[in-house]
């Protein structure tokens, strides 16, 4: 074997083993941003997930999912000064901005470990403010999530961009496995709001497997998670080299050195590139073709775009949160349960799809921006007929309102993925901030027009007693 044999074997070896470090490296990073993915609206989605119980035993009764939801959108002013400071010359550090975040939601949930059992009266009326507060608070990290945890990702790969939003999806998949666990929804009592002279909420639910202490403990646990995440991402020092590495000329260097390793070398750099086409000659970094076919749309596209997602935050984010339980409990426990948690599982699965089928095609946006439609009129209207919706009493009702619940949220899911990727390549560095605000602004005005139409208005409606029939 001559020496330039050797020398060739050897720097193969040696490049071998960087491909698998950094395979390794890009692993770990991926785990770390869906834990800080996960960290967004773990808070309120876990709150949210417990409702079949809550709304049973909370004075605020079936108006309770208003309550959380214009609660939690009024977080948002938190964005909107964050905003103003990032257009001025007083631009806050993100990193910095993070940690506070994330520190205050792990004391926030750390609080209804001990309190999310209490009531107080305000104004001659008991509410659960506690709860509500620790909403908030929580509900800041998410409304921070499109303007400054999203963005935070502008510097890492473009696959990281589904990592978190698979985490984002996670945050609902993780208390609801707590709360199937825990029984929640099985045989909860279907009673009205009640008065008493305790400053306590009063369970009626006696065969939940836990109580909500643990509940909340596990949500806790889970958010420290995601803070020590963040820190590694932020201060580990292979994450830092590992979001500069599509810059290095390394990946040009061994492909002109070792071109029998070509295809491997560029599947190795390119695992975030998994659905683009398989012609790279160009170049490592290549856009998809699909991505290049967006970056040729026409300026009013791409304002529909934005529009679209602002919609689309709209109704998932704001106004449809609020009327689920007047959609799906006339249908009884069982059905509100079952939408609550099978739409949080179908968030990360749709979220996954976009890994293998990542459209661009505004026809294809638009007929699945068609379903949406069609589900999310099914279930306003079952809202709208609440307490006597169409089909209460049968399986088949069940199922449709259940189906349409899963097929709304998961759909929408796949469709913010798939615009938020798109105006990252179509627009300028700026661009995942400025869809994070209107995702904000589509959410808040979604929330707010819910609460008004269910707290001002006849149109929504409860019942006045408990069907027998709890299904």
């Known amino acids: 074997m001559d020496k330039g044999t050797g020398d060739t074997m050897r720097d193969g070896r040696r490049a071998d083993y960087y491909f698998g470090h950094v395979k390794y490296d890009r692993a770990i990073i991926h785990l770390l941003v869906i834990l800080f993915g996960v960290s967004t609206w773990i808070g309120v989605n876990g709150i949210f997930i417990e409702l079949p119980l809550l709304v049973t035993i909370a004075p605020e009764g079936w108006n309770l999912p208003a309550y959380i939801v214009i609660v939690a959108q009024s977080a948002n002013v938190g964005p909107a000064i964050y905003a103003l400071l990032h257009k001025s010359k007083c631009q806050p550090n993100e990193s910095s901005c993070i940690l506070c975040l994330l520190c205050l939601q792990v004391l926030a949930m750390g609080l209804l470990i001990f309190l999310y059992d209490r009531t107080t009266t305000v104004g001659g009326e008991r509410h659960s403010l506690i709860l509500l507060v620790s909403v908030f608070f929580s509900a800041l990290v998410g409304c921070f999530s499109s303007v400054l945890f999203m963005p935070y990702l502008r510097d890492f790969d473009d696959v990281y961009i589904v990592s978190y939003f698979v985490g984002e999806g996670l945050s609902g998949v993780l208390p609801s496995i707590m709360a199937l666990i825990q029984g929640v929804g099985e045989s909860a009592a279907c009673n009205t709001p009640f008065a008493n002279t305790t400053n306590e909420i009063s369970p009626n639910a006696p065969d939940l497997k836990f109580s909500g202490q643990y509940y909340f403990l596990f949500l806790t646990l889970v958010l420290v998670l995601s803070l020590v995440a963040f820190i590694v991402l932020r201060f580990s020092p292979f994450v830092q080299i590992s979001k500069n590495l599509r810059d290095s000329n390394f990946l040009t260097q061994t492909k002109v050195d070792y071109k029998s390793r070509e295809e491997s070398t560029v599947n190795v750099y390119n695992i975030d590139n998994v659905n683009r086409a398989p012609a790279r000659k160009e170049s490592a970094t290549a856009n998809c073709s699909s991505f290049d076919e967006a970056k040729s749309l026409p300026v009013f596209r791409k304002i529909y775009l934005y529009i679209l997602i602002g919609v689309c935050c709209f109704f998932s984010n704001g106004f449809l949160p609020s009327i689920q339980s007047y959609s799906c409990l006339p249908y009884g426990h069982l059905a509100y349960q079952l939408s609550i948690v099978c739409a949080q599982f179908v968030n990360p699965l749709a979220c996954f799809l976009t890994i293998w089928v990542m459209v661009s095609n505004i026809k294809i946006i638009n007929c699945l921006s068609l379903v949406c439609l069609i589900a999310g009129c099914y279930v306003t209207c079952a809202a709208l007929l609440s307490p006597a919706p169409p089909l209460q009493k049968s399986t088949i009702g069940i199922g449709l309102i259940v189906l349409s619940w899963i097929i709304l949220m998961g759909v929408i ?53 408990c069907s027998e029939d709890n299904h």
């Open 413 to 465: 899911s796949y469709l913010k993925l798939v615009i938020v990727s798109l105006v990252k390549h179509i627009s300028s560095s700026k661009a995942l901030f400025n869809v994070g605000v209107v995702m904000q602004t589509g959410s808040a005005s979604g929330a707010i027009i819910s609460f008004v139409l269910i707290n001002f208005s006849d149109l929504f409606e409860t019942y006045n007693s």
